[in-house]
């Protein structure tokens, strides 16, 4: 593996871990956020809490898990294998995920939300099981 080739890994591993650590906090924010009574200042804090995860944290680091793991694909020619075509699609689920949780995000900043925090507990569970599909893929290359 080539120098430039261990750097993208590496800051391709940071990115995810990033990406990751906002996937599972921000709809166990949305948790307690849904069992908050709207206009409080506690519903107001978790408004603040939740739009600098997503802005600050989560979009850049998907961007630079996409931009950064296209590249690696792309240098080593992982395009032809089942387990990169595989992972590829896991890695879309999970951007639409995200996306969702922007969507839902908004709804909060409106105090819009009308679904039950027992939902956000399910969701949450979704970039995990995502995440573990992916990992597995990456190490094990099954096809």
Sequence with gaps: ??????????????????????????????????????GSQQSETFKTM?????RAIMNPAMIAVWILGLTMAWRAHWWPHGWFQAKLVLVVGMTVVHHLY?????????DRNTRPARFYRIWNEVPTVLMIGIVFLVVMKPF
């Design 50 to 54: 939740e739009r600098r995860l997503l």
């Design 102 to 110: 922007g969507l839902w995000r908004k709804d909060f900043e409106a």
């Design 1 to 38: 593996m080539s120098e430039l080739q261990s750097w993208l890994e590496f800051l391709h591993i940071v990115a995810v871990i990033a990406w990751m650590a906002g996937m599972l906090y921000l709809p166990r924010l949305f948790v307690y956020h849904a069992d908050t009574p709207v």
